[in-house]
């Protein structure tokens, strides 16, 4: 029985000896930064981020408004006329604060919208590149603390990116 397992072993342990492991990187913040629909995506993302700024700024000084009035005339409102008044300003206050939050969820809803299809070619495309390339395992660079050994991929993946990102532009 002993020999049985040590033969079994010896017979395994060559198979594991001739399999070779091979390891490939890629910069991914380099794949990214050259693709066209990233660019684009970008230029959306900040157009939304800019109109949403300008909704928070007219909100605000709508709010500023308000406290200027009720800073004016307090003097002469009576008791009733100024609780309203404060009312209205809490209102104001929370409905910018309920805005800002929204706008924050808005902005991260729509950047990873915009992202998927980028990041869903940018993992086509390692797989790609890796099957041709028979490699076990793609590391991105910009996530790595070491790396000495390897074959960097980032150049063939970047064609390969490229000619994914313009077919996918085109539609």
């Known amino acids: 029985m002993k020999n049985v397992i040590l033969v079994i072993a010896l017979f395994l342990g060559g198979f594991v000896a001739n399999a070779q492991m091979k390891i490939a990187h890629v910069n991914s913040q380099k794949l990214l930064d050259t693709l066209a629909s990233r660019k684009i995506a970008m230029v959306e993302l900040k157009k939304f981020e800019t109109d949403g700024m300008k909704e928070l700024a007219e ?39 309920d805005r ?11 950047g990873q919208e915009l992202n998927q299809p980028i ?7 390692v797989e790609l590149v890796a099957d041709r390339k028979k490699v076990n395992y793609v590391i991105d660079e910009s996530q790595t603390l070491y790396f000495k050994a390897g074959i960097d991929m980032t150049a063939e993946v970047m064609i390969e ?4 990102d313009a077919e996918a532009i085109k539609k």
């Open 59 to 97: 909100i605000q000084k709508d709010l500023e408004a308000a406290y200027a009035r009720y800073e004016a005339n307090k003097a002469t409102w009576s008791p009733v006329i100024l609780k309203i008044e404060e009312e209205k300003i809490m209102k104001k206050q929370q409905g910018l604060e």
């Open 119 to 125: 990041l869903e070619r940018i993992q086509k495309a």
């Open 161 to 164: 990116l490229l000619r994914m």
């Open 100 to 110: 800002q939050g929204q706008l924050q969820q808005e902005m991260q809803s729509y």
